[in-house]
């Protein structure tokens, strides 16, 4: 079946730092990835989405470049606010959507002053 | 835009007890989900439903019920509680590729 790994569960930095957050995937499918951000005590919200093979997106000073090749989809951010203190999970999709999302473990991101 | 409405908001039940949780959407999306998380264990599948009247299993639908009368609302059912169970269950919904919309949860404790 279908896999997605996050290889760090915290991440601490400070303020102001470029953050990268890991994410491989395993599928027979052609692939959709997604990141989902969720702050403390909220829903997990949509952060970028992509299918495309070697395009970057980007969102809110995030961005995320699909590479299938290397099954990765590695988040990142050049410089991290105190704001994006939260849970990031990464998301695999196949072709037929309608079945759900197979989530990583997820990756706590603790941003210090 | 909408919303998704997830009730009720905390959940307390005895072992044993078969528990309800309600999910509404106002976004006419076709496709609704129930996940549950765990801490450090992500977001698992329990059911989905394609449409009204159409439920599927997902990975962890063992030990739960659901239940899809209208579109705009999934309810979810928890058969038997399992003693110090703690969870906390989100509902979704999505339309096209992939792209969920959370509700804020229900957090479940089994006392």
């Known amino acids: 079946g279908d896999s997605v790994t996050q290889t760090e569960g915290l991440v601490t930095l400070t303020k102001g730092l470029p953050v990268m957050l890991n994410c491989t995937y395993q599928?027979?499918?052609?692939?959709?990835l997604f990141w989902y951000v969720q702050h403390l005590n909220e829903a997990p919200k949509l952060l970028l989405k992509?299918?495309?093979?070697?395009k970057r997106t980007e969102h809110q000073g995030f961005y995320a470049t699909l590479h299938k090749s290397s099954s990765s989809f590695h988040l990142q951010k050049s410089s991290v606010q105190l704001s994006d203190s939260a849970l990031y999970f990464c998301?695999?999709?196949?072709?037929?959507?309608?079945?759900?999302?197979?989530f990583g473990l997820g990756t706590r991101v603790s941003v210090f002053p | 835009g909408g919303i998704i409405t997830q009730t009720p908001k905390f959940l307390i039940g005895q072992e044993g007890q078969k528990l309800t949780l309600k999910c509404q959407q106002n976004?006419?999306?076709?496709?609704m989900y129930w996940y549950r998380q765990d801490s450090g264990k992500g977001l698992r599948l329990i059911y989905y439903?394609?449409?009204?009247?159409?439920?599927q299993k997902g990975d962890l639908s063992e030990g739960y019920d659901a239940s899809r009368e209208k579109k705009s609302s999934f309810s979810l059912t928890v058969t038997s509680a399992q003693k110090n169970e703690m969870a906390v269950f989100l509902c979704?919904?999505?339309?096209?590729?992939?792209?969920?919309?959370f509700g804020p949860g229900t957090r479940l404790t089994v006392l």
């Open positions: 979704a919904s999505s339309i096209d590729w992939g792209e969920q919309y």
């Open positions: 599928t027979t499918y052609s692939p959709f």
């Open positions: 992509s299918s495309t093979d070697n």
């Open positions: 998301a695999l999709s196949e072709d037929n959507y309608a079945q759900g999302l197979t």
């Open positions: 976004f006419n999306h076709d496709t």
């Open positions: 439903s394609i449409t009204e009247n159409d439920l």
